[in-house]
């Protein structure tokens, strides 16, 4: 998420009432998580297992909270809680603000786009031109649709990333600043739920297809031309590139690739990053073929059993 004008390090340490190490007039351009982060940014962390990981990132303001060296052309903002200080800054520069009309009077509409009846469109939300809203769509704010997209009915786009700190007191939600971005030519089912990034932007590339009931993580990126089936469900910060099939009731952890062109077989769990053009089934996910013929393997052990005891 990139701030709307430069801020000066002394600037964000007031907002959050915390100190720093830099110069005062340290440029902070925006804030982002690890993965997305860029110079200027503003990326937090709060457990010394990822301290490193933050220091020597592309973020140059690291919000942390223990005093340690600080790199060289970096600063650091010090907190004893990073989390809620990291809530206050998506507070303080994306608010929530309510709407009392269903479609905001700072959305932009493009020529020949139908919105169907009881559908919500929220602030600042951008459509393009030729697109089909069928009823009872919502779309949050800050959401960016391009021309001749079909959503259909019940789908919701923007809602919050499922992202939670574990306290005494029970779980603390990290707040979601980020949008949802849909290219071009994509097609979205009835009853899916597509999450807004935390910081930046949960994509889905141009002409990808999506079935009814299919759940997208928060940051996850899918590329052009991908086709995916029924009632899948794509964890957070998931990469899944160009022209991947994924077929009914997948799931994938987080974090992960899919590479160009794969195909995963319905009712497979895929948990760790998979080539391009190759087709996987299984839980965990293998190529097809080896993880049929451990199947056909498995269907042998009686046989192999009752052989040994016949011996």
Known sequence: MKFYREHSLSEIATIIDCNFIGDSNFPVLGMNEIHVVEPGDIVFVDHPKYYDKALQSAATIVLINKEVECPKGKALL??????????KLTNHFRPFTPSSLAISSTAKIGKNTVIQPNCFVGNNVVIGEGCLIHANVSIYDNTVIGNNVIIHSGTILG?????????????????????V???NNVGIGALCTIDKGVTGDTTIGEGTKIDNQVHVG???IIGKKCLIAAQTGIAGCVVIEDEVTLWGQVGTTSGITIGSKAVILAQSGVSKSL?????????????SREKLKQLANIKKIPEIIEN???K
């Open 181 to 183: 971005i849909i290219e």
């Open 218 to 220: 928060h940051d996850t």
């Open 78 to 87: 010090i907190s004893d809680d990073p989390f809620r200080d990291f809530n």
């Open 275 to 287: 080539e391009g053009s190759k087709v996987y089934f299984g839980t965990p996910a293998e190529e």
């Open 308 to 310: 040994l005891k016949s």
């Open 159 to 179: 809602a919050d990333a499922f992202y939670y700190k574990k306290r005494p007191e029970g779980f603390d939600q990290l707040l979601s600043g980020g949008r």
